[in-house]
């Protein structure tokens, strides 16, 4: 079991920055691939970035390529999602999750994770 506690979301302007963590506890973290994801009120949750264990591999949403940096501490188990250039359609619920079963990739696809953190609230004001 993994337990996973998402920190950094709040409110601020297009065009501004937030670093979100996500810290680990549990089973080693380091034995699994992370992913962020996101959900908007009225929209299903998608897919916005993933990490794989070792972190050698990245992937991220088109979406968000160029703005959003993924990266990951297995020594003390968080990870975290570096958020810039932020708009108005950043605005959601954003999730870390991690996936026991990848050890050199990392999923894009939400049902592939299997441990889920509750999620905190990022707003963007245009």
């Known amino acids: 079991q993994v337990q996973l506690v998402e920190s950094g979301g709040g409110l601020v302007q297009a065009g501004g920055s937030l670093r979100l963590s996500c810290a680990a506890s549990g089973r080693t973290f380091s034995s699994y691939a992370m992913g962020w994801f996101r959900q908007a009120p009225g929209k299903e949750r998608e897919f916005v970035a993933a990490?794989?264990?070792?972190?050698?591999?990245?992937y991220y949403a088109d979406s968000v390529k160029g703005r959003f940096i993924i990266a990951r501490d297995n020594a003390k188990d968080t990870g975290d999602l570096q958020m810039n250039s932020l708009k108005p359609e950043d605005t959601a619920v954003y999730y870390c999750?991690?996936?026991?079963?990848?050890?050199?990739?990392?999923?894009?696809?939400?049902?592939?994770?299997?441990?889920w953190g509750r999620g905190t609230q990022v707003t963007v004001s245009s």
């Open positions: 999750a991690a996936d026991p079963r990848r050890y050199t990739t990392a999923s894009v696809y939400d049902h592939e994770y299997d441990y």
């Open positions: 990490i794989s264990w070792s972190g050698g591999r990245t």
